[in-house]
């Protein structure tokens, strides 16, 4: 059904958040989820908006990806986000696709992303309501990766999310946000009525910091990303650092950042991060991506350096 206000997306319920569809629709055609009542939000006012506020950058949870790529605001103050915003899918995606729903997008598996049919030959695992993971048979949780480039980049400037749950409204870490969707999303049976996100603030970055974004898929025109990374430096706080599509939630680089604080070289900082990702990626098989081959991309941290670097000297 088709709301108005946030208020009215409460009472709907239970039921399941639509943005633009581009996430949920395919999973509800494939039969690889059975979600029954639909709540679409593109109508609800208060989703929307992009604007700077009391040392915040304010992003509506249902603005498009297309409009978050191009605003003046989100290019100039949180350029990481502009950059993964506009590298999203494909730009028919893009233009309906929203911030919101892709943060709270479904982790994905190639035992997963299946028709029934095709699933039927399998025992049910942890995302279909059984107690197995046919990636890593031995694992106690579902490891579907989880794909969201938006969200490496919210990471990395410390985002909050502005969440409605049970009508009470919190500002949650978006690190917390994904570790709760990124549990809930991998048990079937856990399908309480998620948090609906009204909207994200981000501190405004200080005066000299340098972001950004890159991103490797097997196309650049439209498909998920094998590996990405967001990396903030300079402006006289400590720099982050984050890579994504490696684990069931983006994964923070913490010796990365620090190798990036002591001023050490690029050749340095790249392999900070490949013992960060050494440590802390999880990879499965992916449809064309044998685990070896996301492991020999753990390096392309140095792209986005040189990027930034080159961004540097004008
Ligand atoms: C061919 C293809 C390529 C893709 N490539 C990429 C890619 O490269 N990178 C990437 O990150 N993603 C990719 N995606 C996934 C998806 O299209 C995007 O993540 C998109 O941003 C999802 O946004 P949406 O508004 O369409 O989400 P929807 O499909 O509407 O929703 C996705 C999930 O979020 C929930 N949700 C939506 N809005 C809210 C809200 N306000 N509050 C709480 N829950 C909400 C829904 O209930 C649903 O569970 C791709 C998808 C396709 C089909």
């Known amino acids: 059904m088709m709301v108005k206000t946030v208020k009215e997306a ?8 639509v943005g633009g569809g581009t996430d949920l629709m395919p999973l509800l055609k494939n039969h690889a989820r059975d979600d029954r009542t639909l709540i679409f939000l593109h ?3 208060e989703l929307r908006g992009i604007r700077e506020e009391d040392g915040y950058v304010y992003l509506g949870a249902g603005e498009t990806l297309y409009d978050l790529s191009v605003h003046p605001l989100v290019r100039k103050r949180l350029p990481a986000v502009a950059q993964a915003a506009g590298v999203t899918a494909s730009p028919q995606i893009r233009n309906i696709a929203t911030l919101g729903g892709n943060i709270m997008q479904d982790r994905r598996c190639v035992y997963f ?3 029934r049919f095709w699933r039927g030959g399998l025992e049910l695992c942890f995302k279909t309501g059984g107690a197995i993971c046919h990636q890593i048979p031995n694992s106690p ?10 969200a490496t980049a919210l990471l990395v400037y410390e985002a909050e999310a502005e969440c409605v749950e049970e009508e009470r409204r919190s500002w949650v870490p978006v690190a917390e946000l994904i570790r709760r969707h ?3 999303n991998g048990l079937a049976c856990d399908r309480r009525l998620p948090a609906l996100v009204v909207r994200f603030r981000i501190p405004v970055p200080p005066e000299g910091e340098r972001s950004g974004f890159y991103k ?21 706080r400590p720099s982050r650092a984050a890579a994504g599509a490696v684990a069931p939630e983006p994964v923070p680089l913490e010796e990365t950042a620090a190798a990036l604080d002591q001023g050490k070289d690029r050749d340095a900082v790249t392999a900070a991060c490949q013992r960060d990702l050494a440590r802390l990626a999880l990879p499965i098989r992916e449809a064309c991506v044998p685990p070896a081959m996301k492991r020999g991309l753990y390096s392309h941290i140095d792209i986005l350096l040189r990027s930034l670097t080159q961004s540097d000297r004008g």
């Open 10 to 17: 409460l009472e709907a319920g239970p039921g399941t958040y």
């Open 43 to 45: 109508q609800v006012e």
């Open 113 to 115: 992303n299946q028709s």
């Open 141 to 150: 949780v579902c490891r579907a990766i989880y794909y969201s480039d938006a």
């Open 182 to 184: 990124s549990q809930a």
């Open 216 to 236: 490797y898929a097997m196309r650049a025109t439209i498909d998920f990303p094998i590996i990405n990374f967001a990396l903030r430096a300079g402006g006289g």
